[in-house]
Nanobody, 115 residues
Framework: QVQLVESGGGLVQAGGSLRLSCAASGITFSNHFMGWYRQAPGKQREWVATIRSGDSTSYDDSVKGRFTISRDNAKNTVYLQMNRLNPEDTAVYYC?????????WGKGTLVTVSS
């Protein structure tokens, strides 16, 4: 059974930082790409960042230069370091694992940025 469990969300003031973690089980972590998505209240889920099995990364323009995605294959964990947070970053953040068209999702962790 595949499980993705996010953690690290919380309340932070604008300009602050948080690091999200997503622990994966039930998959061969190293050969999956891992991604972070977010869904703000009243909005659709949107892509934030991806890290591939070869460690190449991609970011949405809204977070480029502020967020960093990384992975630790020994710990089956992907991270999202979020710096210079602003209220527009408030959302539930979801972890995704994918390979060959099969995707798995976590249940999300809430990030609230106060102004």
């Amino acid at each position: 059974q595949v499980q993705l469990v996010e953690s690290g969300g919380g309340l932070v003031q604008a300009g602050g930082s948080l690091r999200l973690s997503c622990a994966a089980s039930g998959i061969t972590f190293s050969n999956h790409f891992m991604g972070w998505y977010r869904q703000a209240p009243g909005k659709q889920r949107e892509w934030v960042a991806t890290i591939r099995s070869g460690d190449s990364t991609s970011y949405d323009d809204s977070v480029k230069g502020r967020f960093t995605i990384s992975r630790d294959n020994a710990k089956n964990t992907v991270y999202l370091q979020m710096n210079r947070l602003n209220p527009e970053d408030t959302a539930v953040y979801y972890c995704q694992a994918g390979r060959l068209g099969v995707h798995y999702w976590g249940k999300g962790t809430l990030v609230t940025v106060s102004s």
